[in-house]
C-alpha cells in the first residue's frame, strides 16, 4: 500500500530512487474508479503511481499502487499540471502510460499533451466531438441509431422546445462536467416554465450549452452500456454490462451490474465509435425506452469507470489492453464469464432508505461477500472491498464516519 501521499517534489524524489523494468501507469483522479483500474494493471504486474489534487480519495490506500502524489488540479490551472506531470516522467525510466479516470483529466491529458507520457486514447478533438452531446446526438441520428428526443437550445428556443415535449422533461447539457460543476447534478428535471426558465438561465450566465430533452420512460433495472477498448487499428476488446440497481433509483449511479449478452446494442456502440475514429477505453450508456420498447443513447464516457472492475473480473481487462497496446505488449482477452458486480456502500444506502427496494443478492452471494470467498472464484466482484486489499475500504468507512470528504461524480 501507498505510505503516503506526497507533495509533487516528494513523489519526485521517491520516484528517484526507485526503478521500474517497465513502463508505470500514471492513474489519476484516484477514488473508486482509479482503484479498479490500479488493481486492473498491478493484476499484471504494471506499476501504478496514483494521481490526484489531494489523498482523500480511496485510490492511494491499495496495495495495487506503489506510490502516490499530488499534481495541480488541471481545472484549477491548466498548465502547472502540465508542469507537474511532466516533471514526473522526467524522474522515470521509461515513459509512463496516462490513465485518466474522470472527464477533467481526461480533458487535462488530451489538451495539454504534457512530453514523455503515452496517452492510450483518441486526440483531443475526437474526444471532445464524442463528449459533446450535441455532436454525439447527431452522429447518432446520422447511422439511425435511437436517442431520447432532444433539441438543442443553441438552435431552438425554449418555449418552442417546452411546446414540443411538454412538461415534465429534462435539462441536459452538452458537456456533462460544466454543468455539474453549476448544478451540482448532470441532469435537472423541470416541471413547469418557471423551473425551465431559472435552469436555462443560470446555464445562459455560466456559458454552459444546454439541451432540453424528454424525460424517457425508463424501464428500471435495464440500463445497459457497451464497455470497451479500441484498439487504434479498431480492433475491439468488450462486454456489455446491466445496471440491475442504481442508487438512487432514477438517475443515480450504478451499484449493481450484471454482464448480459446484445448483440444489437454493441452493434450501435461500436458503429459511433468506428464512424467517431475514437480509441481507447469507453462506456456507452444505453436505457430501454418502454414506449419505444428499445434501447436509446444517453452518453458515451471516453475514459474507464465506476464499474470498470465487471469486465476485468468477467475476463476483459480493458486497463491492462490498453496499457499492452500503449508499451508493444501483446494481449488476449479470454471468453467473457457472467460476473456481478456490486458497490455495497451504495446498494446498502438503497435498501436502507427505500422500503419497496427488493435485495437482489442471493444468500450464496453474501456469504461469498462476507466470508472473502468471492476473491478467489469468478462469477462476483466488488467497486472497493476486498478482504485482502483493506485499505480502500478503510480510507472509505473514514470518509463516512467524519473524515474529510472526496468529491467525485463517479
Known amino acids: 500500500m501507498a505510505s503516503s501521499f506526497q507533495s509533487t517534489a516528494d513523489l519526485c524524489d521517491a520516484l528517484t530512487a526507485r526503478s521500474f523494468d517497465r513502463p508505470p501507469a500514471l492513474v489519476a483522479n484516484a ?6 483500474v490500479a488493481r486492473a494493471l498491478a493484476a499484471h504486474d504494471v506499476p501504478v503511481i496514483a494521481l490526484d489534487r489531494n489523498g482523500d480519495g480511496v485510490g492511494p490506500y491499495t496495495d495495487a499502487v506503489v506510490t502516490a502524489g499530488a499534481v495541480s488540479f488541471p481545472l484549477e490551472d491548466p498548465e502547472a499540471f502540465r508542469a507537474d506531470v511532466e516533471r514526473i516522467a522526467a524522474v522515470l525510466e521509461h515513459e509512463p502510460v496516462a490513465f485518466p479516470c474522470m472527464d477533467e483529466w481526461v480533458h487535462a491529458f488530451a489538451g495539454s499533451e504534457p512530453d514523455g507520457v503515452r496517452r492510450p486514447f483518441a486526440d483531443r478533438s475526437v474526444i471532445e466531438a ?12 446520422e ?11 443553441s438552435e431552438v428556443d425554449p418555449e418552442t422546445a417546452a411546446d414540443r415535449l411538454g412538461y415534465p422533461f429534462v435539462v441536459k447539457p452538452a458537456r456533462k462536467r460544466e454543468f455539474e460543476e453549476l448544478l451540482g447534478t448532470n441532469v435537472v428535471e423541470v416541471g413547469d416554465a418557471a423551473e425551465f426558465e431559472e435552469v436555462v438561465s443560470r446555464a445562459d450566465e455560466a456559458g454552459v450549452r ?17 464497455a470497451s477498448y479500441v484498439a487504434p487499428d479498431g480492433e475491439t ?15 443515480g449511479t450504478s451499484c ?13 456502440a461500436r458503429s459511433i465509435l468506428e464512424t467517431a475514429g475514437y480509441h481507447g477505453i469507453s462506456e456507452a450508456e444505453f436505457v430501454y425506452d418502454e414506449t419505444r420498447e428499445e434501447y436509446v443513447l444517453l452518453d458515451i464516457n471516453t475514459r474507464p469507470w465506476k464499474w470498470i472492475s465487471m469486465p476485468v473480473e468477467a475476463g476483459a481487462n480493458l486497463p491492462y489492453a490498453a496499457y ?56 462476483l466482484t ?3 472491498y476486498r478482504p485482502s486489499d483493506p485499505g480502500p475500504t478503510l480510507q472509505l468507512l473514514e470518509t463516512e464516519f467524519g473524515g474529510p470528504d472526496y468529491y467525485c461524480s463517479c
Open 31 to 36: 477514488h473508486i474508479t482509479g482503484c479498479s
Open 130 to 141: 464524442v463528449l459533446d452531446k450535441e455532436s454525439l446526438y447527431a452522429l447518432a441520428e
Open 143 to 153: 447511422l439511425e441509431v435511437p436517442y431520447p428526443e432532444t433539441y438543442r437550445l
Open 210 to 226: 444546454v439541451m432540453a430533452q424528454e424525460k424517457v420512460p425508463i424501464a428500471t433495472g435495464k440500463d445497459r452500456s457497451f
Open 237 to 251: 476488446t468488450g462486454v456489455v454490462g446491466n445496471a440491475r440497481v442504481r442508487y438512487p433509483r432514477a438517475y
Open 256 to 268: 449493481v451490474v450484471d454482464t448480459v449478452s446484445d448483440p444489437v446494442l454493441e452493434e450501435r
Open 324 to 379: 499492452a497496446e500503449a508499451v508493444g505488449e501483446p494481449y488476449d482477452s479470454g471468453p467473457v464469464e457472467e460476473t456481478r458486480w456490486v458497490y455495497l456502500r451504495d446498494y446498502l444506502a438503497g435498501l436502507a432508505s427505500d422500503p419497496t427496494a427488493t435485495d437482489v443478492l442471493s444468500n450464496d452471494e453474501w456469504r461469498a461477500l462476507l466470508s472473502g470467498e468471492f476473491e478467489t472464484a469468478q462469477g
Open 382 to 384: 466488488t467497486g472497493v
